[in-house]
């Protein structure tokens, strides 16, 4: 047994260098929340999550006056049932971020020490299919920058060797953005993958009236054109294989990954992803369950 001896939550507030905003919102600081795990063969683990602004609190209050007490004298290496014992103690506040982000932040300072314990790294505990994967740009797209801007940035990642750039989409006008879209495109040439984000803020009939101003210029994939819980707005895409990319960036608990789930197995024809705090909160999707919840699906 490798029991966990102590458990401790911080915050660290990350104030921006610069303000940035998308569609709906402004990320005018990063707060941090800082998971700690301790066991009694002296190894210590550190998992995180974070919020861009607010809330971050609320997850700290959850961890130290909820969780992390249950945490205290369990084995370090059942991860899965410590995970559904938690996640059984929070039902009064799922479905919801709060609860998502605490519960991803225990989870990840356990992979970490699994990790620690085994000498190898998380990509090879995972499964070790590649040493390497390929990466993009998000950082110099954001909605506030003017269009000079995001085209420096764009022609300063295919310089930098990256796969591509990802832009934040939402202007007043549909007609801005794609202006603004062409002018990286334009800039950079087809060798650049360029993607978009619209941050949750269109109906299903706005987000096909962008996608379809930005199909010339090549767009790689969508991301959240729609609010992650419209579920019929994401249907009504997959009836009509709209060619809008990414849904469900802000999935948390099953009750909203279980439904989004169904699109695929209706041929959905862009690309879902849970939510990134998500993941490894589901029994389903699981780091040694997730090929299999791939070909369920």
């Known amino acids: 047994m490798t029991k966990i001896v102590s458990a401790a939550a911080s915050l660290v507030d990350l104030p921006v260098e610069t303000v940035r905003t998308d569609a709906v919102q402004a990320f005018v600081k990063q707060e941090t929340i800082v998971v700690d795990l301790h066991t009694d063969d002296g190894l210590s ?3 995180y999550s974070y919020t861009i602004g607010t809330g971050g609190r609320a997850v700290l209050s959850m961890l130290r006056d909820h969780l ?3 945490l205290e004298g369990r084995d370090a290496r059942d991860i899965e049932a410590a995970w559904r014992e938690l996640f059984a103690t929070t039902r009064a506040t799922t479905v919801g971020a709060i609860t998502s982000l605490a519960l991803a932040a225990v989870d990840t300072a356990l992979w970490d020490l699994r990790c620690l314990r085994a000498g190898e790294p998380l990509w090879r505990l995972a499964g070790g299919f590649r040493r390497a994967v390929p990466v993009y740009d998000t950082e110099g797209g954001w909605l506030h920058l003017p269009t000079d801007d995001l085209v420096r940035g764009a022609l300063a990642a295919k310089e930098a060797g990256l796969c591509g750039v990802k832009l934040k989409i939402g202007r ?7 202006a603004r879209i062409a002018a990286v495109r334009a800039a950079v040439g087809p060798e650049l993958d360029i993607m978009v984000d619209a941050n949750q803020s ?3 009939a706005e987000a096909k009236r ?3 101003l930005l ?3 090549g767009v790689c994939f969508f991301e959240e054109p729609l609010p992650a819980d419209d579920v019929q707005g994401h249907r009504e895409r997959s009836r009509r294989r709209a060619r809008c990319g990414r849904a469900g960036n802000r999935l948390g608990p ?8 169904g699109l695929v197995r209706e041929r959905f024809s862009g690309k879902w992803w849970p939510g990134e705090g998500s993941l490894r909160n589901l029994p ?3 780091l040694s369950g997730t090929r299999k919840a791939e070909m369920n699906a």
């Open 284 to 286: 389903s999707l699981t």
């Open 215 to 217: 199909e010339p210029y």
């Open 254 to 261: 099953r009750c909203h990954v279980r439904p989004a789930s």
């Open 45 to 47: 683990g550190t998992g």
């Open 172 to 178: 007043p006008r549909p007609e801005e953005d794609a």
């Open 202 to 204: 269109m109906t299903y």
């Open 68 to 70: 992390l007490p249950l």
């Open 210 to 212: 962008r996608a379809h």
